[in-house]
C-alpha cells in the first residue's frame, strides 16, 4: 500500500472518531491559546488528522489522493523505495505542521481561534506536484481548466488576500505557508529540482 493510501485511511478513521468524540476532537485540534499555555504542540500535528465534516474530509483526502499519488511516484523514482517513502512522508506531515506555526503566533492570545485539516499537508504536495509539471492543467472549481503554476499563484494570491479579510473560520494562512513550505522543503530535499523546475516553465506550451 501507498504511503499516499495510508495517510488517506489513517486520515479517514481519527476523523470519523473525532466526528462523535468531542472530548478527542477539542483535545487533538490547532488552539494556539491552549498550545501556548499548555505546552500542547502536539497539536500541530494531530489537528492534520481531524477535519469538521464530512465533506472537508472527503475534499482534502479526494485531492491528496489526485496529487499524493503523483507526487510519492516522482519521490520514489528520485529517492528509492525506502528514502522516497521517508521523504514523501515528511512532505505532507511537515506541511502540515508549518502550516499551524503562523497562525500558532498569530492567535496565540486569542481563546476563540481553532482550526483543524489537512489541508496545509495537502497545500505542500499540491505545490511540490507544480515543480514536477507546472504546465498541467487542472480544473478550478472542477470546471474550469487552468495551468498548475497559475493556479498556484491564484491559490497564493487568494489564501493571503483572504487571511487577511478573515471572518469565514477558514485557516488561510494554513493553505499558504502550507504550500510554501511544501514547495521549500522538496527543493531542499534535491536542490537541482529548482532548475528542472525553471527549464519546466520556459516550455510554454501556447
Do not use: C
Not at 504542540?41 to 489537528?47: A, E, G, K, M, Q
Not at 475534499?59 to 496529487?67: D, G, H, P, S
Not at 474550469?144 to 479579510?165: E, W
Request: no cysteine; aromatic share 20%.
Amino acid at each position: 500500500m501507498t504511503i499516499t493510501l495510508i495517510l488517506i485511511v489513517v486520515t479517514a478513521i481519527i476523523s470519523w472518531q473525532a466526528f462523535s468524540n468531542r472530548e478527542m476532537f477539542y483535545k487533538f485540534m490547532h488552539h494556539p491559546y491552549e498550545e501556548v499555555r499548555e505546552k500542547q504542540y502536539y497539536r500541530w500535528l494531530t489537528s492534520i488528522f481531524l477535519h469538521g465534516s464530512t465533506m472537508h474530509l472527503f475534499i482534502n483526502m479526494f485531492v491528496l489522493y489526485q496529487f499524493g499519488t503523483i507526487v510519492e511516484q516522482y519521490f520514489l523514482s528520485l529517492f528509492g523505495e525506502t528514502m522516497g517513502r521517508l521523504n514523501f512522508l515528511l512532505l505532507y506531515l511537515l506541511s502540515g505542521v508549518f502550516a499551524d506555526i503562523p497562525t500558532f503566533y498569530k492567535h496565540k492570545d486569542n481563546q476563540m481561534f481553532s482550526s483543524v485539516g489537512a489541508s496545509g499537508a495537502v497545500s505542500g504536495i499540491l505545490f511540490a506536484y507544480v515543480i514536477f509539471d507546472p504546465w498541467a492543467m487542472l480544473l478550478l472549481f472542477f470546471i474550469i481548466p487552468v495551468p498548475a503554476i497559475i493556479a498556484a499563484v491564484l491559490y497564493l494570491g487568494y489564501s493571503s488576500y483572504a487571511s487577511r479579510k478573515g471572518g469565514d473560520r477558514i485557516d488561510h494562512d494554513a493553505h499558504f505557508y502550507g504550500a510554501v513550505f511544501g514547495f521549500l522543503f522538496t527543493i531542499a530535499l534535491k536542490p537541482g529540482l529548482f532548475n528542472f523546475f525553471v527549464a519546466k516553465l520556459s516550455e510554454l506550451p501556447f
